[in-house]
């Protein structure tokens, strides 16, 4: 098992940053990918960034090209999403999810583990 704990949430005003962490633990070496989904109230929970480990391949929704960052620490097997330049439509639960497969990172399906989501708001 493997066990993800999200971090970093919180309120900012449009335009502001914020970094989300995700700390991996438990049988972290089964782990090949990692990434970050979104859900807003009312809406499906969407992808919004991923990293592959072997290669270090990294995915963005469009919506957030440009103005999201996915990095890794392997040291501490965390993973962390700089956002920047943020609007009030990123408002959402964000999700943390670990991955046995490299591949299909894009969709939920492929994530065999999941966190507790954190909350982001943006303020207009």
């Known amino acids: 098992q493997v066990q993800l704990l999200e971090s970093g949430g919180g309120l900012v005003q449009a335009g502001g940053s914020l970094r989300l962490s995700c700390a991996a633990s438990?049988?972290?070496?089964?782990?090949?990918?990692m990434g970050w989904f979104r859900q807003a109230p009312g809406k499906e929970r969407e992808f919004v960034s991923a990293i592959r480990y072997s290669g270090g391949s990294v995915y963005y929704a469009d919506s957030v090209k440009g103005r999201f960052t996915i990095s890794r620490d392997n040291a501490k097997n965390t993973v962390y999403l700089q956002m920047n330049s943020l609007k009030p439509e990123d408002t959402a639960v964000y999700y943390c999810?670990?991955?046995?497969?490299?591949?299909?990172?894009?969709?939920?399906?492929?994530?065999?583990?999941w966190g507790q989501g954190t909350q982001v708001t943006v303020s207009s």
């Open positions: 999810a670990a991955g046995k497969t490299g591949w299909g990172l894009t969709r939920a399906a492929p994530y065999d583990y």
């Open positions: 438990g049988r972290t070496f089964s782990v090949s990918g």
